[in-house]
């Protein structure tokens, strides 16, 4: 599939201009239409065709372990990308003055569970300031200490769009032995529009969601644990799905399942599982890297064009953009500007956050300027 045809599944007809893909992304057509046809067996059918719903979260698990190089044993789905987190943040082993590394731009939902885990165990979150709102994976590296037990970071940050190396951190971290180290990422803002692998990153824990570059609904988020970590990660909630299934016999001696399915105590948002799984079909046709290649070169057109305009630009390159006029005053009118025209936008860190994904167009990065104007 090319890039174009991709950008047909999306819809621009309602005068829209969808960029603000790192906060919500709109569905394509594929997705929508899979939801509709489940609702209407749901509708119909009932419990008639509960078990083929269920069946068709589990190819998506699948579909999705493939999406982002897992073993499909390594999934786990999720109501929220934060529960995601909070389960790995809550059930860690942590000692007295042990060290949570992280930086100190983090969405807060990459922050208050790691917070709550270190009061908890009295152990120690350290945030690192990132200068220019960078995120260089070498300054981690240089904080890690004999008591640090976590790095607990987002690959790509939700403000300007920064990026810390988790392969770089990974293969250092191992080379120097220090296994004793949990690798924890948050990577809601880079899966869907950036090339990644879960086992070329060599981190234990990555968490997910839906809603923004996946361009899904909300509630199918996810986790992947590396098989590894499981047996040292326990499940934080617990039901008949932990353990086995509605019908299987209950048991004081039975353990959780020895897959990441342990962390699903019941039932799951079956329709927006089902629709991501159609998302991730359409992704996986055209190819992450050419997604990426096209909203990198949306973007970048969008810097250049605000550059010749006079606005400050935060963080280079990649498809999110953040600038800011000269004042605050003017900067928030802008804001104020872009969405009375139908731009989603919002302001984020130093200035407006633009997202751009594979599905934009030219012509929006053009009357985006033509907004901006002074």
């Known amino acids: ?94 000692q007295k003055d042990d060290e949570i590394l992280t930086w100190d731009q983090e969405y807060p939902s990459n922050f208050y569970p790691w917070r709550i885990a270190a009061e908890r165990s009295q152990a120690k979150v350290i945030q690192l300031a990132s200068e220019n709102w960078q995120t260089p994976a070498q300054k981690i590296l240089d904080h ?12 790509v940050q939700f403000q300007t769009g920064a990026v810390t190396d988790l392969e770089l951190i990974s293969k250092t971290l191992r080379a120097q032995g220090r296994d004793d180290i949990w690798l924890v990422a948050d990577v ?28 899904s609904s909300y509630g199918a988020s996810f986790m992947a644990i590396r098989h590894q970590r499981m047996p040292q ?54 190819g992450v890297a050419a997604i990426f290649q096209e909203a990198s070169r949306l973007a970048d057109l969008l810097r250049a064009g605000l550059r010749s305009q006079g606005y400050k630009m935060f963080c280079a390159d990649g498809p999110i953009v953040n600038f800011a006029a000269d004042t605050t005053e003017k900067t928030e009118e802008l804001l104020q500007r872009l969405q009375k025209n139908k731009v989603s936008c919002i302001k984020r860190g130093p200035g407006i956050r633009i997202s751009i994904h594979g599905f934009n167009r030219d012509e929006e990065v053009a009357r985006v300027l033509e907004i901006l104007k002074y």
């Open 1 to 94: 599939m090319s890039i174009e045809q991709f950008k047909k599944h999306f819809d621009f007809t309602s005068g829209f201009i969808h960029f603000n893909n790192s906060g919500q992304a709109p569905i394509p057509d594929v997705n929508r239409d899979k939801v509709k046809y489940w609702l209407d067996r749901f509708y119909s059918e009932g419990a008639h065709c509960s078990m083929d719903g269920w069946g068709q979260t589990e190819v998506v698990r699948q579909k999705l372990a493939n999406f982002i190089g897992a073993e499909v044993a390594e999934v786990a789905f999720f109501g929220t990308a934060a529960s995601a987190i909070s389960q790995a943040a809550l059930a860690i082993p942590l």
């Open 144 to 155: 890690v200490t004999p008591k640090t037990r976590v790095i607990a970071v987002s690959w």
């Open 188 to 215: 809601i803002q880079g899966i869907g529009v950036r090339p990644f692998h879960f086992h070329q990153s060599g981190f234990d824990i990555i968490c997910g969601g839906s809603h923004k570059w996946l361009c």
């Open 233 to 286: 990660l326990a499940p934080l909630e617990f039901g008949a799905m932990t353990y086995g299934y509605p019908d299987t016999e209950k048991s004081f001696s039975i353990q959780p399942k020895l897959t990441a399915q342990r962390y699903e105590p019941g039932s799951k948002a079956m329709f927006e599982v089902i629709g991501l799984g159609e998302t991730l079909d359409l992704m996986s046709q055209v």
